[in-house]
């Protein structure tokens, strides 16, 4: 969830009016944001919606607040339509066919008439910063920069550049290096290099004079995008994997800028092909289609008792137009959003703003009946017994290191699951048996009271070429002794008494597993299939959790036990 | 005043045994309530203890006991007179004498000194020893051998020494170490008298007739044999009896939160599912309408399986039509999330994430009018710390139904809130799920935690559920009880939930 440092200065300004912590906090919900705190000059919000880019900055938030508190309403008169683009004044953006295929669409537009002040260049660059990290996912499918625009020479030229041959100065050094030297040499090259390492042309972006603007997702010029308190021209640039996205992107900046008080003038981006939206766009750009939401659908989601009426006032107030036609509702969303996929889109709008806690709540009529899954209820039975027998039950995680689920165990580990990605080797296995859990927790408890008896039922997963994933997952239940008198004897003991109360009947069968002390181990054979194994646990693994205290365990596959 | 039943029968007795002003000791006691000396022992100090008897006076009475070499000394004859003895017999020369008396030179020396100093013995320039005449055995050999004598038959009481046989005692006998004849034991010797609380207790004994003969441990033998029958038990101080720590199985706390948490959804009409801790991208996320390109579906969120790192298939109509709801909405009345589909990318395998997968599952073979849940484990890429675990339990559900709406579920999560959580004042906002549309939280403010998130939930869109073969409306909700769980446990990091200590689970209350 995006958090965001909204500026109290410019808040208070865009929403016009002083508004208190307290009462910010009661609207916050229209907003699905939460107050987080408070630091100097800012309020810290978190964002619920990732699909709401638009309430990640404090233009957007103050937006969506003072259209539920105040009904203000937005208009911006910016933006081109397929059927009517602005004119440009001959602001053009060439998207050039060389440019990564992995990277086809960028677009921008420029802003002009106020100069930036400290506040407001801050917070441009933190809603950049969330743009980039989390709806561009750390600017895999999109990032953008800002230029100084009084020193290009239109038209800007989005192309593919040979790594090698091509050097610009980037951002905060004053000598040229290569494009492939900026991987290499710059904290953001080695940050975000890995987006487009390896590809034979790298993005770039320049002006017609030559002027280097950016090499895209990584890092700006130092020179026209070096972009510096007191420049009031600027060329915004997005680039991404996905038109729609990058439009949108575009779209909430223009209207952040427009908000903020910026002229937005609007520049036509070229393609070399034709996209959805035909080969040249006037950016920013309405994409959006009207969204009916049909009178049966909105009543299925929100119940009667709301007219339709009512619901045009509800979505006037999340900032949403809408007309009332004889079938429904239709809503047309606003520039800046790209979340109305469907009816129910449209229908929740329409109950944020009627209020959640507005709603008449209704018990469900339906009667149906509750139960426990079969092997919670054979659980349930299993721990009744264990716990009578002298055990106490425990519960523990599901993840481990190698170590203590694999090499303490003195097993191959090639049926273990492991984990690609685990970021701790604490956490790198899933568990393939309790027992290893059960004796780490023994290692945890030297200074409890002896005898120790323990059991756990829970669930262990293996590899099994026999089904769709390749894995397993198990309920078991393992039970561990340790003890001066922990010796086979005993331990079958607890065995027998154990299937005693489960009414069934076992045998059991020598085996040699390198967990138990040879000639002290066998497997539990139920019906003729193995249903688990017992035995007295081998010293060396013993030593390898550091326990001195003679153990016996024994697990036993529940699901089998069940049949 | 003392409570006389919760006297112990020792007590009992001595209280009973001595009138008032009448003096006695350990060995009065013995006799006249036929205790040995350790219950003698006992009474006093016990009775002393509660102020029933007191002190009249303290005595150390000294005695001597004969050690092992004094006894040899009193069977072979002391040093001196067995130089004397060999002496008179014949010449006996200085070197000879260890050999002949069969004793080494160290233990001849002294007395051989004191002989010649008494001038009973002289020694001649070839070193051979005579006896002179008139010679008369050494005083001290006289008294010291009727002291072994004596010591023979019993302690030898100082009191009965005469002062040149204390003189004498004192250099033959020592506190400590045996090579003395003699070993000094000093005894404290005491003179008690009941007290007058002492007195009242026995005056109050009989009144109650109480005799220390009542019966204290209720055998088998008695209970068998009927002794009982006209006898008195012994009271024990019931307000204060000792207690001892119990070496007990329990079962586990936090697993027993979740039963009860399990058992209040089946009393509310829900069926509970479960499933494998592996999943794979299609049902952890493609299913539940998330876009592939979603920041939580980042390999920073989720924990990838190494091998196999995909599974085999994702079965179909399934597969065909999640994938055309992505790209267009078809089958949702929805535009989708507007990307080409990977197919290949919903095969990863990866651990489970979310319990809502198993709702997803749970879709594909619902009834309808239906209600289930799960208590599920759950997997993130997280850094574990008090507030996150490497895997962690959600509680989630779904309720299907042909007019279930927003009203029923604000009215489920009602119930929620009011029978899980005890929860008094409720609120509802807006929540975000890629799932569900609408999507509410419920908030409430709990007896002791004040206010915070019970749960997200929502109605599933049609994108969930088309796709999945769902025509009707399905309520989705998931609740947060670990909050709940450690304020039950009365812990404040969510690691202690799974702790490995024995004595924790045994010992923990609640």
């Known amino acids: ?563 | 005043m003392i409570d006389v039943r919760n006297l112990h029968p020792l007590e009992i007795r001595l209280l009973l045994g001595f009138k008032e002003g009448e003096k006695f000791d350990n060995e009065e006691i013995e006799k006249r309530c036929s205790f040995n000396p350790g219950h003698a022992n006992q009474a006093v100090s016990w009775t002393l203890s509660k102020n029933l008897i007191s002190k009249v006076s303290s005595e150390t009475i000294v005695s001597y006991e004969l050690s092992d070499i004094g006894r040899d000394a009193l069977v072979k004859g002391m040093i001196a007179r067995r130089i004397i003895s060999l002496v008179a017999k014949a010449g006996v020369s200085i070197a000879d004498l260890p050999k002949l008396l069969e004793e080494d030179q160290k233990s001849i020396g002294s007395d051989f000194a004191l002989l010649k100093k008494a001038g009973i013995l002289s020694v001649t320039p070839d070193k051979k020893i005579e006896l002179n005449e008139n010679h008369e055995i050494p005083r001290y050999v006289v008294v010291v051998e009727s002291l072994l004598k004596r010591g023979a038959e019993g302690p030898v009481m100082d009191l009965d020494l005469s002062e040149e046989e204390r003189a004498e005692m004192q250099k033959v006998s020592k506190k400590r170490g045996s090579d003395a004849f003699f070993r000094t034991i000093e005894r404290d010797h005491s003179v008690y008298c009941l007290t007058d609380e002492g007195v009242a207790a026995g005056i109050e004994l009989k009144k109650e007739h109480i005799t220390g003969d009542e019966i204290g441990e209720v055998t088998k033998d008695l209970l068998e044999s009927g002794d009982w029958h006209g006898k008195r038990f012994r009271a024990y101080d019931v307000e204060h009896v000792p207690v001892s720590k119990l070496l007990v199985a329990r079962e586990n706390p936090y697993s027993a939160f979740i039963r009860s948490i399990k058992d209040k959804l089946v009393a509310m009409g829900f069926e509970e599912f479960d499933g494998g801790l592996v999943e794979n991208e299609f049902w952890n996320g493609d299913a539940l309408f998330m876009p592939q390109f979603h920041p939580a579906r980042d390999i920073h969120d989720v924990y990838y399986i190494e091998n196999p790192s995909h599974s085999k298939k994702i079965d179909e109509p399934y597969l065909t039509n999640v994938a055309n709801v992505h790209e267009n909405g078809k089958g949702a009345n929805s535009k989708g999330w507007e990307y080409p589909f990977d197919r290949q990318f919903s095969l990863r395998n990866l651990l489970r994430s979310q319990g809502t997968v198993l709702s997803a599952h749970q879709l594909t073979k619902a009834k309808v009018p239906s209600r289930y849940f799960g208590v599920v484990r759950c997997f993130r890429y997280d850094q574990v710390d008090a507030t996150h675990g490497s895997d962690f339990y959600q509680t989630e559900g779904i309720v299907l139904g042909d007019d279930v709406n927003l009203k029923n579920l604000l009215g489920l999560l009602e119930m929620f809130a009011k029978e899980i959580a005890g929860a008094k004042e409720i609120k509802y906002v807006p929540g975000y799920f890629p799932f569900t549309e609408p999507s509410v939280e419920v908030h409430i403010k709990h007896p002791v935690l004040g206010w915070f998130e019970l749960g997200g939930s929502g109605i599933f869109r049609k994108e969930v559920t088309a796709p999945l073969g769902i025509k009707c409306p399905v309520l989705a909700w998931g609740l947060g009880i670990d909050r709940m769980a450690l304020m039950n446990l009365g812990l404040n990091d969510i690691r202690e939930l799974f702790t490995g200590n024995i004595e924790n689970v045994r010992l923990r209350r609640g």
């Open chain 1, 1 to 563: 969830m995006p958090k965001i440092d909204v500026n109290k200065r410019i808040f208070q300004k865009l929403y016009g009016k002083n508004i208190s912590q307290e009462a910010l906090e009661e609207v916050f919900p229209c907003a699905k944001a939460e107050f987080d705190g408070e630091e100097g000059d800012f309020i810290k919000v978190e964002l619920n919606d990732t699909n709401r880019p638009d309430l990640w900055s404090t233009p957007g938030l103050a937006r969506q607040l003072s259209s539920y508190v105040k009904g203000k309403t937005y208009s911006y008169d910016f933006f081109s339509t397929p059927k009517k683009p602005l004119d440009c004044e001959g602001r053009e953006f060439v998207i050039d066919a060389s440019r990564p295929d992995a990277r086809p669409y960028s677009v921008g537009f420029c802003v002009t008439g106020k100069k930036l002040d400290d506040d407001t260049l801050k917070l441009l660059i933190d809603f950049q910063e969330k743009m980039h990290s989390n709806y561009g996912r750390k600017r895999k499918s999109i990032s953008m920069g800002l230029y100084r625009s009084d020193r290009i020479d239109f038209p800007v030229i989005y192309k593919g550049a040979d790594p090698k041959k091509n050097s610009f100065a980037p951002l905060h050094e004053d000598h040229e290096m290569t494009l492939e030297e900026v991987l290499d040499n710059t904290e953001k090259g080695k940050e975000f290099g890995h987006l487009i390492a390896g590809w034979k042309k790298f993005p770039y972006l320049v002006d017609s004079s030559g002027k280097t603007l950016s090499m895209p997702p990584i890092i700006n010029s130092n020179d026209v995008g070096a972009l510096q308190v007191g420049d009031s021209s600027i060329f915004i640039e997005i680039n991404g994997q996905y038109l729609k996205q990058v439009l949108l992107a575009a779209n909430i900046f223009a209207c952040d800028f427009a908000d903020l008080g910026f002229k937005v003038l609007p520049c036509k981006t070229i393609f070399p092909e034709e996209t959805e939206f035909g080969k040249e766009i006037t950016v920013p750009f309405y994409f959006q289609e009207k969204r009916l939401c049909p009178k049966a659908d909105l009543e299925a989601l929100l119940g009667t008792g709301i007219s339709l009426d009512k619901a045009a006032e509800c979505l006037g107030k999340m900032g949403v137009k809408s007309q009332v036609r004889a079938k429904g509702i239709v809503a047309f969303p606003p520039e800046y959003r790209n979340d109305f996929l469907a009816a129910s889109d449209v229908a929740e709008d329409v109950a944020i703003g009627f209020g959640l806690n507005n709603f008449k709540k209704e018990m469900l009529t339906d009667f149906t009946v509750g139960r426990l899954s079969p092997a919670e209820e054979f659980n349930r039975k299993v721990q009744k017994i264990l716990i009578g027998l002298g055990f106490s039950e425990m519960i523990f995680n599901y993840l481990s290191s190698e170590k203590e689920y694999i090499g303490n165990m003195l097993v191959s580990g090639e049926d273990a699951v492991r984990i690609q990605n685990a970021m701790n080797l604490n956490y790198k296995v899933v568990r393939p048996s309790i027992i290893p859990s059960l004796l780490k927790s023994e290692s945890q408890s030297g200074q409890a009271v002896y005898p120790h008896r323990i059991f756990e039922t829970g669930k262990t997963c293996v590899r099994d070429d026999n089904t769709v994933t390749g894995t397993r997952t198990d309920d078991s239940v393992g039970i561990l002794e340790c003890s001066a008198s922990a010796n086979l004897n005993n331990c079958v003991s607890v065995l027998n008494s154990f299937m005693y109360y489960l009414n069934l009947a076992y045998e059991l069968k020598e085996c040699d597993d390198p967990r138990f002390i040879s000639g002290r181990c066998a497997k539990v054979m139920v019906s003729g299939e193995q249903a688990g194994i017992l035995g007295e646990v081998n010293p060396q693994v013993l030593e390898n959790f550091g326990i001195t205290y003679p153990s016996f365990a024994i697990e036993l596959d529940t699901v089998r036990l069940r049949k």
